[in-house]
């Protein structure tokens, strides 16, 4: 089991930045490709980043070039930079857990909402 736990959500205006945190506990995040999604009400929840075992890294087009996911596995946390931030990014933000080879051990956050707005 692994329990993650969102933290840095905020409202911050257009252009501003904020970092997203996500602590995991229970096992280690070594064997888990780490990822955040983000979903706005009414809409699908979407892929935003998402970093493998070997830091192979992954970004939704919508956010190259802005947003940095990072992970530290001697603390078990993930990390999510987001800058130049547009309305648009406004939405819950949700850290996932997913284990290398059993694609059944899949965790989530409760999520953290994040309002870019004037």
């Known amino acids: 089991q692994v329990q993650l736990v969102e933290s840095g959500g905020d409202l911050v205006q257009p252009g501003g930045s904020l970092r997203l945190s996500c602590a995991a506990s229970g096992n280690r995040i070594n064997i888990y490709t780490m990822g955040w999604y983000r979903q706005a009400p009414g809409e699908q929840r979407a892929l935003v980043a998402s970093?493998?075992?070997?830091?192979?890294?992954t970004y939704a087009d919508s956010v190259k070039g802005r947003f940095t996911i990072s992970r530290d596995n001697a603390k078990g946390t993930v990390y999510l930079q987001m800058n130049s931030l547009k309305p648009e990014d406004t939405a819950v933000y949700y850290c996932n857990a997913k284990h290398a080879l059993v694609e059944s051990m899949n965790y989530w956050g409760r999520g953290t909402q994040v309002t870019v707005s004037s």
């Open positions: 970093i493998s075992l070997n830091g192979r890294i």
